[in-house]
């Protein structure tokens, strides 16, 4: 008996990282696939976004005669690696009622594997309507650093339109503070926008603080960003948090890599670094900051 998920994707190292430290799921990549021990079934967001196609496999494919009992009185959907019409042709040849909407079941064969599952296992690639994309991003790293997020925590949000974080935060705790000189397109009763720059609205960030997080995605050099952090960290609560997003204006992995050493050196004056990870939700040139107020 063999069980094994492959999932094919363009970021395979990303997110395998990711469900290692979301789920403890462990796994191997092999080119744009990874192959993980063991079958799961929960699809959150980001294995949606980030994911082609899902294999769910159980058997070693002997021959389709044998898969043919196992499928008798369900509706199949296939789902196959490469020579999907020649299964398709194949199963109905013997008599097995396909149906790409219709189905009661997928059977999911790649290479010399297959599985049956039930159809909550296809994956289904809708998607919740937020205000940007970056909504993701926030999500992803609340679940990848295990923020403790709370109902009755204020967050002050840097950099907040159009509003993706400003969202995910208003939707979670009591208070959401938002800097940015641009329009935001997202209201709510706990979203207050303050609509300058940060360095030049710390009188209004006082009034609302203190502060539970400090989330800041300022499009901006890091180290400038960091300076900011340094004065404004006087608002954040002690053991406060920090998130932050590191934009490397340095392209070349060298100038990234100094970049991040000058953005960490910078902060520890008054945040303990707890990580920097390269998010799946992050571009190619960012990368995702988690500190804490010491
Ligand atoms: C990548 S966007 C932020 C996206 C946002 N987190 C979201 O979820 O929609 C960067 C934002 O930083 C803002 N920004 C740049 N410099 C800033 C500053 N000094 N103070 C406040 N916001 C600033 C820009 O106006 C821009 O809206």
Known sequence: MYLLTVIETEVPRR??????????????VR????????????????????????????????????????????????????NEEYYL?????????????????????????????????????EFYKKVSKAYYKVYE???????PLSKDWTVLDLG????????????????????????????GKNIVHIKKKAEESLEEIEQYSPYDLIA?????DPRNVSRLLLKISEFLKENGFLLMTIKLVYKSRKGAERLIRETVDILRDCYEIIGVKW???????????FGKKV
Not at 173 to 179: E, L, T, Y
Not at 279 to 289: I, M, Q, Y
């Open 15 to 28: 997110l395998l990282e990711y469900l290692s430290d979301v789920y403890g799921i462990s796994g191997e």
């Open 31 to 82: 080119s744009r696939f990874i192959i993980l021990d063991g079958i799961f079934k929960e699809f959150d967001e980001i294995i949606k976004r980030y994911s082609n196609r899902i294999f769910f496999l159980k058997d070693k494919l002997e021959s389709i005669e044998e898969i043919a009992e196992k499928l008798e009185g369900k509706v199949i959907r296939v789902q196959a690696y490469k």
């Open 89 to 125: 042709d194949e199963l109905s040849r013997i008599g097995i009622q396909l149906s790409p909407k219709e189905f009661t079941h997928i059977l999911f064969i790649f290479k010399k594997y297959y599985g049956i599952f039930p159809k909550e296992f296809f994956l289904r690639k």
């Open 141 to 147: 790293a609340v679940r990848r650093f295990k923020i």
């Open 160 to 187: 907040a339109a159009p509003g993706g974080w400003t969202q995910f935060f208003s939707e979670r705790v009591r208070r959401v503070v938002s800097v940015d000189p641009a329009e935001l397109k997202v209201t």
């Open 216 to 220: 800041c995605d300022i499009n901006d």
């Open 279 to 289: 998010l799946v939700t992050n571009s190619k040139n960012e990368r995702c900051l």
